[in-house]
């Protein structure tokens, strides 16, 4: 019905007997690496929010996005989802065990997602892209500047795309952010901080499988890196972070309960900002604000303060929160909502950022403008807040923050990688050492 209405708002007559035949949708057919936590909350109510319905633009007609396959270690959430999901999703195949992605990819697909814990995104996407797939990965995209090298050559070599999921940057707020400072009304960010702390119940329950030897600021802060990057623009010049240990894993241990990570830009008029970033993954699980997010921006003419319990709505009820319901309800992110037409709806920017991305596919395999294909891909390419090819300060950044942490787990505090200086691309120095580690010797 969507095709056909849209072919006779452009008609001048619409007489039944002069309708054209029906476009057939063409298949989107998309693969899942990883059926954990991220996938319930954004990939499983996008795919059933197209399932039957497809998506549809006239830049490239209508498309059935279908959940072809996945991939998982055990398959057990998979064969779960499947016996709950009838009627929301079509079926799917599941593949699980050591050999799972290579089996996934053997599967018609056109994309694959990325979700598994950050130390393995490497390897699934690499796989991916080398099979011709279009790839979205979930943030961090990788741990190494290295890493982020081959991707970005495999992804130009088989001329596909490969992005990174950023929802925080189609929060409603952030996009205010970058709209206040692109358009200049807010002038020149002089420093910043940002906040995010999660109940244990993130590091002791659901990631307890694969927290070992990781820490939040790798999985939290990178939203906050993209968002700095992307919104104030920029040259990383140096990276610090110090952190705290003791709760999820030994005192003496390589893994970390909370983290304060520290960036510093230099901007073409000479002058630099510094943002303080702090992380946790073991707040009280009956903290009212169970996620808290805090961000504040200084600029020359201006202070920017957002606070996620300040801005959104808190709800109590006997039973059942904080634990099963939330009091800080995020309804922007992603939320289950009765629309006044009586229709039940999840949606929300967690979604919207994942939506994106497969209309970014779907254009470049079935866009009209521009005629060539190569153009469509690059102008998908272009697209700086998602495309790997603009990870490259953000991956810095995270790789710094890894080294450091390492070095201080092993007895060596107060480290500082600079970036493009004399000695290389990414260099940790020790305060108390003449010499110097070369962790990328290129240009960032």
């Known amino acids: 019905m969507l095709s056909r209405f849209v072919i006779l708002c452009g008609m001048q007559h619409s007489n039944s007997a002069h309708w054209p035949e029906r476009i057939e949708p063409q298949p989107l057919r998309g693969g899942m690496v990883g059926m954990g936590m991220i996938f319930d909350e954004t990939y499983r109510p996008f795919f059933e929010g197209v399932h039957g319905r497809g998506l549809f633009d006239p830049g490239f007609g209508l498309c059935d996005v279908v959940l072809s396959a996945v991939a998982s270690r055990t398959g057990q959430r998979a064969a779960a989802y499947r016996a709950a999901s009838q009627g929301r999703i079509g079926d799917f195949a599941s593949f699980s065990g050591p050999r799972a992605v290579e089996e996934l990819l053997s599967a018609d697909l056109q994309f694959v997602?990325?979700?598994?814990?950050?130390?393995?995104?490497f390897a699934a996407a690499r796989a991916a892209l080398e099979s011709g797939r279009h790839v979205l990965i979930e943030k961090p995209s990788v741990l190494s500047l290295a890493e982020l090298d081959e991707l970005d050559r495999l992804a130009r070599r088989r001329g596909v795309l490969a992005k990174v999921v950023y929802h925080k940057l189609f929060d409603p707020d952030h996009k205010k952010l970058r709209t206040l400072v692109i358009d200049g009304e807010l002038r020149h960010v002089n420093n910043g901080y940002c906040s995010l702390l999660e109940p244990k119940s993130i590091s002791g329950g659901q990631f307890a499988e694969w927290i070992s030897g990781?820490?939040?600021?790798?999985?939290?802060?990178?939203?906050?890196?993209?968002?700095?990057?992307?919104?104030?623009?920029?040259?990383?010049?140096?990276?610090?972070?110090?952190?705290?240990?003791?709760?999820?894993?030994?005192?003496?241990?390589?893994?970390?309960?909370?983290?304060?990570?520290?960036?510093?830009?230099?901007?073409?008029?000479?002058?630099?900002?510094?943002?303080?970033?702090?992380?946790?993954?073991?707040?009280?699980?009956?903290?009212?604000?169970?996620?808290?997010?805090?961000?504040?921006?200084?600029?020359?003419?201006?202070?920017?303060?957002?606070?996620?319990?300040?801005?959104?709505?808190?709800?109590?009820?006997?039973?059942?929160?904080?634990?099963?319901?939330?009091?800080?309800?995020?309804?922007?992110?992603?939320?289950?909502?009765?629309?006044?037409?009586?229709?039940?709806?999840?949606?929300?920017?967690?979604?919207?950022?994942?939506?994106?991305?497969?209309?970014?596919?779907?254009?470049?395999?079935?866009?009209?403008?521009?005629?060539?294909?190569?153009?469509?891909?690059?102008?998908?390419?272009?697209?700086?807040?998602?495309?790997?090819?603009?990870?490259?300060?953000?991956?810095?950044?995270?790789?710094?923050?890894?080294?450091?942490?390492?070095?201080?787990?092993?007895?060596?505090?107060?480290?500082?990688?600079?970036?493009?200086?004399?000695?290389?691309?990414?260099?940790?120095?020790?305060?108390?050492?003449?010499?110097?580690?070369?962790?990328?010797?290129?240009?960032?």
């Not at 997602?113 to 995104?121: G, I, L």
């Not at 294909?373 to 102008?379: A, F, I, V």
């Open 113 to 121: 997602c990325v979700a598994s814990p950050d130390d393995r995104h």
């Open 214 to 444: 990781r820490n939040p600021g790798t999985y939290v802060a990178v939203h906050y890196l993209k968002l700095i990057d992307f919104t104030f623009g920029g040259r990383l010049i140096s990276v610090q972070c110090t952190g705290q240990r003791g709760i999820v894993g030994p005192a003496d241990g390589n893994t970390w309960d909370s983290t304060q990570l520290r960036v510093t830009y230099a901007y073409p008029d000479a002058r630099e900002a510094s943002f303080d970033i702090h992380t946790s993954w073991v707040t009280p699980d009956n903290f009212p604000g169970y996620v808290e997010q805090e961000v504040q921006f200084r600029f020359d003419n201006g202070v920017w303060n957002a606070h996620s319990r300040r801005r959104g709505v808190e709800c109590t009820i006997e039973g059942r929160t904080p634990h099963a319901l939330k009091i800080t309800l995020n309804n922007h992110y992603n939320g289950r909502f009765l629309e006044p037409y009586g229709q039940r709806v999840q949606r929300g920017y967690g979604i919207e950022a994942i939506e994106r991305f497969v209309r970014e596919v779907a254009q470049v395999e079935f866009g009209r403008q521009p005629a060539s294909r190569d153009q469509r891909l690059e102008s998908m390419r272009n697209l700086g807040y998602n495309d790997l090819g603009a990870e490259r300060q953000v991956v810095a950044a995270v790789q710094a923050m890894e080294a450091i942490l390492a070095r201080r787990a092993a007895g060596s505090p107060d480290c500082t990688v600079r970036v493009n200086g004399p000695d290389g691309g990414l260099v940790l120095y020790e305060p108390r050492s003449a010499g110097c580690d070369v962790l990328y010797a290129g240009r960032v």
